[in-house]
């Protein structure tokens, strides 16, 4: 099994053809987190950089600039495409973006939260999380070791159990009084600590699948666009 796949821009986007249960390709399962104001996308930019799709593109469009603080349309950006082929299966774009010169955010940025734009984020990078335990989990499954499936073996399910964990804390995020509604904890740390959780989440799932996949596909395309998500949210800072 090759370390690294050479497959070229035409490769199957991942989650198509995922080992365990079907789940959606990663393309569409960002463009399901995507907030939408009158009925355009809203994307979100901490730092120099934002992740969209084509057809996120082609729908024109908003995007809140956090260190403008306002809304801008994608016209009046500066957006450079970085070239990442290990983004190339997954479906998703990596723009540089920066307003133009001399424009200015004249579209109302009443009624974005751009608190709400980073849990749909994060929220993202969870159900990543939960597509790459689905194809450890039918990968192990399958696999038989001491006699019985791999997947059953106490430590596989100790590691298991720490995953779910990680995943029903994103889940239970807006309603958590203790934690997300705790007017003495800021939001933005309760974020940040979850995206800590979550990188181990991705390091457990990663030692689960072994050397099931390639770089840039199966587990690994997960978690690499997870990690990608984190670094887009959190631009080499340790708190928003």
Not at 72 to 86: G, I, T
Not at 151 to 168: N, S
Not at 172 to 186: C, M, Q, V
Request: contains cysteine; charged residues 20%; proline residues 5%.
């Amino acid at each position: 099994m090759h370390v690294i796949e050479f497959q070229g821009a035409d490769a199957k986007p991942v989650g198509s053809k995922a080992a365990g249960n079907p789940v959606a390709p990663i393309s569409e399962m960002f463009e399901a987190k995507t907030w939408l104001v009158s009925n355009r996308p809203v994307l979100l930019a901490t730092g120099p950089y934002v992740l969209a799709t084509a057809q996120l593109i082609e729908q024109d469009p908003l995007l809140w600039h956090e260190a403008s603080a306002g809304l801008y349309r994608w016209n009046q950006l500066h957006a450079d495409p970085v070239q990442d082929r290990m983004l190339e299966p997954s479906g998703l774009q990596l723009y540089r973006v920066q307003p133009n010169e001399d424009e200015k955010a004249n579209i109302s940025g009443e009624g974005v939260n751009s608190n709400e734009l980073r849990t749909r984020l994060l929220e993202f990078r969870a159900e990543l999380c939960k597509a790459g335990l689905e194809q450890v989990r039918k990968h192990l499954s399958v696999r038989i070791s001491g006699g019985q499936s791999t997947f059953q073996h106490q430590l596989v399910k100790g590691m298991v159990a720490d995953i779910l964990t990680t995943l029903y804390m994103v889940e239970t995020l807006p309603e958590d009084r203790y934690l997300s509604a705790n007017p003495g904890i800021p939001s933005v740390r309760v974020h940040t600590w979850i995206h800590q959780e979550l990188d181990e989440a991705f390091r457990q799932i990663q030692r689960l699948g072994g050397g099931f996949g390639f770089l840039r596909q199966g587990v690994s395309a997960y978690t690499y666009v997870g990690q990608l998500v984190k670094n887009v949210l959190l631009p080499g800072k340790e708190e928003y």
